[in-house]
């Protein structure tokens, strides 16, 4: 599974530190190695058993990607990187997201504080240089979701955005600029491009 990351092309993933990101990768592949997997009576146990690996790599997949491309952003020295697993949204921003179009939400800031529910955000990044803050949801993004997922993910990016700039600033960064992407790295997007990447335009994107 490491070999995804040596075949790469046109991505900041290309330069990763393989050392930092190997032992995830090796207790990965471990984990699928001895896990036990149920039968199915149409694949057989030998069919069944490959086929149940291969669909739960494609999900660990995706931590992988996110930890590379934490490691490789963490290189950077202009940028502060870090992981959130406790985002607070109040209720406040669950309510405008409900109330307005998504255009009006990504124009709006309100203050960060209260907390009604929270969220996993896989990668926040400072940049020093020009003085932003933002935060990227880490996506495989090899295949459609469904509506309903769309509209989560929607929901939880602008919840995100609204609150992101306030959240810098207690954090004790000056913050000129905020906002909230997703990133589906290998290129379908349920997302518009408006606040999502792919793997070709992160290192413009990063500069």
């Known amino acids: 599974m490491l070999s995804f990351v040596r075949r790469v092309r046109g991505g900041c993933v290309v330069s990763v530190c393989f ?10 592949v471990r984990r699928l190695a001895v896990k036990s997997f149920r039968d199915d009576p149409i694949a057989g146990s030998r069919y069944a058993r490959a086929t ?3 669909s739960s790599a494609y999900k660990r997949h995706g931590k992988i990607l996110e ?11 202009r940028l502060t990187v870090w992981t959130d697993p406790t985002y607070a949204v109040s209720g406040a921003a669950d309510a405008l997201v409900h109330s307005s179009t998504h255009a009006d939400c990504l124009r709006s800031q309100l203050p960060y504080g209260e907390s009604k529910r929270t969220l996993q955000i ?21 295949g459609e979701r469904d509506a309903g997922k769309v509209r989560s993910i929607w929901r939880d990016l602008i919840c995100t955005h609204v609150l992101l700039k306030s959240y810098g600033v207690a954090r004790g960064h000056e913050v000129d600029h905020a906002e909230a992407k997703i990133v ?11 606040i999502s990447l792919v793997r070709e335009e992160l290192d413009e994107h990063f500069e």
Request: proline share 4%.
């Open 19 to 28: 050392d930092r990101v190997k032992p995830l990768v090796d207790e990965t």
């Open 52 to 54: 149940s690996i291969v």
């Open 67 to 77: 930890a590379a491309l934490f490691e490789r952003l963490r290189d950077n020295n």
């Open 122 to 142: 896989d990668i926040v990044v400072y940049d020093t240089l020009y003085r932003s803050i933002r935060t990227y949801e880490v996506k495989r993004g090899n």
């Open 184 to 194: 589906y790295y290998c290129g379908v997007r349920s997302i518009p491009m408006q």
